[in-house]
């Protein structure tokens, strides 16, 4: 696995050399020892599973309040996805500020989002799915969300938006005395 550093403090895409041979691929897909300089001490209690169906449709931009706020580590199975972190983090150097890889199948990358970051993707294949690795459980009471659409990230999706869940078109915007999130 090697460590690749984004434009945000704390994000980080790891990739993965798959081994290739006649019967097809295998890869580690986590390891606790070659992510420890990234975990730091954090141990997985959560593992989730996503599959979405519309190429187009967007999932986020979720995070969870302290004391329940998580890092995620997600993987894309299936498909190809466009996979963003936003820095929520108050006094962050790189604060309201994105990032975004193309995560699929075939590249076996891994995103790492840090607490205090939302996460959102877009379908680029229809079917695709993702895991999720998360350091901390579901909280429903520390849930928060921030709309895809802000002005104020200004994400330019590749595609134009086609399904967006309810719940996750009616987060909200950010205020312009929105300060941040204080882990």
Known sequence: MKIVSTPIQGVYLVETTPFQDERGTFYRAFCDRE??????????????????????????????????????????LKGRVWDVAVDLRQGSATFLQW????????NAQMMVIPQGCAHGFQVLEAGSELLYLHTEYYQPKSEGGIRYSDPKINIPWPLKATDVSPRDASHPLLSEDFRGIVI
């Not at 997985?44 to 931009?61: C, F, K, P």
């Not at 990032?99 to 075939?106: G, P, Y």
């Open 35 to 76: 992510l420890d300089s990234l975990l730091q001490g954090a141990t997985i209690h959560q593992v989730n599973l996503s599959r979405t169906e519309a190429v187009g449709a967007i999932r986020g931009m979720h995070f969870q309040y302290p004391p329940h706020a998580e890092m995620k580590l997600l993987r894309c």
């Open 99 to 106: 990032c975004q890889a193309e995560l699929s199948a075939d």
